[in-house]
């Protein structure tokens, strides 16, 4: 089973809700500034494809993944 | 494209004896798909105002492009591509308008309004834009047959949409839509575009007054008590992001409707089939967000060093424009670009641009778009063009659209 590491960076987000919109489940937004939060940095495998997924579409660049 | 290249070595003010590069924008499409994306990927082009860019077509080059540091969105920065005339910078005239920032000032606004608009907040405002888009709707069908779909459904939905969030008055609607209308089309000469814009703000400005003495359960209320009154931003500021707002706000999700309508009508057996299956919607308003992109003239940028885009040199201070349509029919992405398919999986698209300046409303857009179109094709199941698709209007504007869609039901 290969791993999926994510890391994101809230300095860099511009809280487009991509991510939320694509896997609900990994990212959300906080309440205050709309920036991504991260629920689940090891996601099991099925949501591996969405996470990539939201990671390419990341307008910001601000998802980091490490596959293993 | 190598002559050109070469061309640039000799710095960033070109002046040519070769061959005059193509002229953009090109002259519109007489449907509702953009007109055919060049062949360069990347190419200089001539703009109406007499300078000259680079016209950046391919779809990882676009988002490369959007996202880097290299690249301003500040149209004040030296050799910023502008597509008409306009009056010099006005530092009154543009307070606020993010859009047209680079970080920090960009950051700063974008981050007072990000969580106003994220998807969780459109979720709770749902039954809001339900409510509209049935009433909508009711009035539509009350108008008797044909009527015109822009008119009594793709335009109030949205505008009534951002009036109540920002607070706006919507019996105010025909002065700002004629305003807005007007600012943003391309026929407007400069100095009456900048009076339609100085008639918005002064609205607006009257309007920060009413809220500054009565705040209400709204947008501009709560930024005029929790940003204004604490000095965080000035008045011209608050003028500007409001004015930002209400015009993003109605103009884009409105020219989305009409031209969606149209194309689904266009296409009879995927309209049947997100009618049968309404769990179809999301991907069908994201394939209608890449195959109508309705930001036709792509978005201008400037270099801000000397960079490099694909494998295209640009030196600093050179122009580029992000062609947005053209990216989105890129054929190494989206295999058969020019057929409308709503099964293809189109989320890559970026007809809601890409970078730190990606919309800031796409969650609102995409909540109405869902919504209008379901309804619109489980309540009128019979809708069709009352006219020749040959005869359908388009709106020759910064935001592209038809005028009018004449249907029956
Ligand atoms: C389908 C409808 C829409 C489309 C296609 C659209 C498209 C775009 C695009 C392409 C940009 C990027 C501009 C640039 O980078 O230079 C943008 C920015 C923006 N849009 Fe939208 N938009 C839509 C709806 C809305 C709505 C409903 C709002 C309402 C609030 C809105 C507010 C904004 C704002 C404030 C920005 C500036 C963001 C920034 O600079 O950080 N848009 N939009
Ligand atoms: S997609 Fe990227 S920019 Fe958008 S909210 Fe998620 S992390 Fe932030």
Known sequence: ?68 | MMRHSKMLQGGPTLTTTEATPKSFPPPPPAGPRPNPAPEAAIERVLLPTGTQAWLVTRHDDVRQLLRSPDFSADFTAPGFPVLRRVPPPDPKRSAGLFIRMDAPDHTFFRRMLTSEFMIKNMRTLEPLIRQTVVGALDSLTAAGQPADLVEHFALPVPSMVICHLLGVPYADHAFFQNRSRTLLAWSTPPEEAQAAADDLRAYLERLIDVKVAEPGDDLVSRLATERLATGEITRDELVGLSLLLLIAGHETTANMIGLSALVLLQHPEQLRELRDDPALIDDTVEELLRYLTIVRQGLPRVAVRDTVVGDHEIKAGEGVIALLSAANFDAEVFAAAEEFDLHRGSHSHVAFGFGVHQCLGQPLARSELRIALAELTQRLPDLALAVDPSEVEYRDAVIYGVRRLPVTW
């Not at chain 1, 290969?2 to 860099?12: E, Q």
């Not at chain 1, 991260?38 to 596959?67: K, M, N, S, Y």
Request: with cysteine.
């Open chain 1, 1 to 68: 089973m290969s791993a999926l590491r994510i890391a994101v960076d809230r300095d860099a987000c511009c809280g487009s809700g991509n991510c939320v919109m694509t896997v609900p489940q990994v990212f959300d937004q906080d309440e205050e500034l709309g920036l991504v939060v991260l629920l689940d940095p090891e996601p099991p495998a099925e949501r591996h494809a969405a996470v990539r997924q939201a990671a390419h579409i990341c307008p910001a660049g601000a998802i980091d993944l490490t596959e293993s």
